[in-house]
């Protein structure tokens, strides 16, 4: 089982900056892809930004050039979020999924292809 905590949401003026930051706490070995989505109020969660074990990322067409994701080692996962705008404001969940088989799993935007999830963490963007 792996456990996933996200810090580092609030409230922001448009054009400011965030860091998301989330920490996986379990078995996190193996090759791995992490992820950053959002559910803004009445909509459906979409994929944000992704990164796999190669270093491969993936971003949603309206946050490229702004956000970027990092991680460090196996279990943490960043999200810098420059240039926001109101409407990035969003629950921002972080997902993870960890594989022991030896194949490499690419980068994805897809909420199905991930098995952790953390609890989200509110980001609010006023204009």
């Known amino acids: 089982q792996v456990y996933l905590r996200e810090s580092g949401g609030g409230s922001v003026q448009s054009g400011g900056s965030l860091r998301l930051t989330c920490v996986a706490s379990?078995?996190?070995?193996?090759?791995?892809?992490m992820g950053w989505f959002r559910q803004a109020q009445g909509k459906e969660r979409e994929g944000v930004a992704s990164i796999d074990d190669n270093g491969a990322t993936g971003y949603t067409y309206s946050v490229e050039g702004r956000f970027v994701i990092s991680t460090s080692g196996t279990n943490t996962v960043y999200l810098q979020m420059n240039e926001l705008k109101p409407e990035d404001t969003a629950i921002y969940y972080c997902?993870?999924?960890?594989?022991?088989?030896?194949?490499?799993?690419?980068?994805?935007?897809?909420?199905?292809?991930?098995?952790?999830w953390g609890q989200g963490t509110q980001v609010t963007v006023a204009s």
């Open positions: 997902a993870a999924s960890y594989y022991f088989n030896g194949y490499y799993y690419p980068q994805s935007l897809h909420t199905s292809d991930y098995s952790y």
């Open positions: 379990g078995y996190t070995s193996g090759n791995y892809r």
